[in-house]
């Protein structure tokens, strides 16, 4: 880690501490490896809450091997690699990254996690795992993202003008899926050098849907016979699936079910700011889209015109509004239920 060999059977924590003494991201990673580092064989995994109320979650350390294995298998990572931690250790996808580093024997340089991580970077990196808006800020300092050779993207959808400019540049990039209970990924998506439509699962792990067409996740090796999640997807096949949304995000307008992470994806290329579709309560629909926008009000116009030439008259948002911020969970996903009951409160 950051260039130091630790055995944490030996490690004196209060002067690992004091390497970034009050740095709160730096205790984040301390509190997690003396965790790992305990006589329990379980641990115990905070979730984002960006679905509802966070909860704690116990699990086996073996499982979190097991996934952490699976992750430097498909991206050729070992003692020779070096890997970026710019995520927070409070959660899983910053925890994961201090697992593979311990399976896989590589360097792993840790930072405070902001949303230009690799602003100060000024070697190679193998591996990182980022959020979508750490990799918008990065692109805008390309000539430091090329020092990162493979990134993976979780924790919200990546917009498309960011796609196109990520397959521009020679760095091999993946969207994922998962969540805390699957500990991390168990699907990944190409974004660039070649988009790919669809998630395709890591080894020894299967989806299936049920009749609500909600993901069903199969993976023995964590003891998950059947999780059934609230993610909506298209099954290609036992490895392979296209992703809607989430179930619990769905507008009913008028009788027709209308997902805003499909809808997000389709206006995406007309909207350069953060946005986001929720649903209101209309009287004669039920059930209303409306566009939030994040920042000042414009005249929109234009882009009702770009969304009413591209969507059916059912699915287009009915109502464009502006919000100054969006409400973000710890882990940098926009809080779709705070965001609705902000707007019904009005």
């Known amino acids: 880690m950051n260039h130091q060999t630790y055995r944490l059977?030996?490690?004196?924590?209060?002067?690992?501490?004091?390497?970034?003494?009050?740095?709160?991201?730096?205790?984040?990673?301390?509190r997690f490896?003396?965790?790992?580092?305990?006589?329990?064989?379980?641990?115990?995994?905070?979730?984002?809450?960006?679905?509802?109320?966070?909860?704690?979650?116990?699990?086996?350390?073996?499982?979190?091997?097991?996934?952490?294995?699976?992750?430097?298998?498909?991206?050729?990572?070992d003692a020779s690699s070096t890997g970026l931690l710019c995520l927070s250790a409070e959660y899983i996808a910053g925890q994961m990254m201090l697992v593979r580093a311990m399976v896989s024997g590589m360097d792993l340089i840790c930072v405070e996690p902001n949303s230009n991580?690799?602003?100060?970077?000024?070697?190679?990196?193998?591996?990182?795992?980022?959020?979508?808006?750490?990799?918008?800020?990065?692109?805008?300092?390309?000539?430091?993202?090329?020092?990162?050779?493979?990134?993976?993207?979780?924790?919200?959808?990546?917009?498309?003008?960011?796609?196109?400019?990520?397959?521009q540049l020679p760095i091999i990039t993946y969207e994922t899926f998962g969540m805390t209970e699957t500990l991390s990924h168990i699907a990944l998506k190409m974004v660039a050098p070649k988009k790919q439509k669809f998630f395709s699962t890591l080894s020894g792990i299967t989806v299936s849907r049920n009749g609500d067409n909600q993901l069903i996740i199969h993976y023995p090796e964590l003891g998950i016979e059947q999780l059934l999640t609230n993610d909506l997807v298209e099954i290609i096949n036992p490895s392979t699936f296209?992703?809607?949304?989430?179930a619990d995000f769905v507008i009913n307008s008028g009788g027709v079910k209308i997902s805003p992470e499909s809808l997000e994806e389709k206006i995406a290329p007309f909207i350069s700011q953060s946005f986001c579709v929720i649903g209101v309560p209309d009287e004669k629909l039920g059930e209303k889209a409306i566009?939030?926008?994040?920042?000042?009000?414009?005249?929109?116009?234009?882009?009702?015109?770009?969304?009413?030439?591209?969507?059916?008259?059912?699915?287009?948002?009915?109502?464009i509004r502006f919000i100054e911020n969006f409400p973000l969970?710890?882990?940098?996903?926009?809080q779709r239920m705070e965001l609705k009951n902000k707007f019904l409160a009005k």
């Open 9 to 30: 059977s030996e490690v004196d924590w209060e002067a690992f501490n004091q390497i970034y003494p009050n740095a709160l991201w730096w205790q984040a990673i301390s």
């Open 33 to 77: 490896l003396q965790k790992w580092a305990n006589a329990s064989s379980t641990i115990t995994l905070k979730t984002s809450g960006s679905t509802g109320t966070p909860k704690l979650v116990e699990v086996p350390k073996k499982y979190l091997q097991i996934s952490a294995i699976k992750t430097c298998q498909f991206f050729n990572l």
């Open 117 to 167: 991580p690799v602003l100060e970077l000024d070697q190679p990196i193998d591996f990182a795992a980022m959020v979508p808006l750490q990799v918008k800020q990065s692109l805008e300092t390309p000539v430091k993202l090329l020092h990162v050779k493979q990134i993976i993207i979780g924790g919200g959808t990546l917009d498309a003008v960011d796609s196109v400019e990520l397959s």
């Open 242 to 246: 296209k992703w809607l949304g989430r």
């Open 291 to 319: 566009l939030v926008l994040e920042g000042k009000s414009f005249n929109t116009m234009k882009l009702f015109g770009q969304m009413k030439q591209l969507l059916p008259t059912f699915h287009c948002p009915k109502e």
């Open 329 to 334: 969970t710890a882990t940098g996903k926009i």
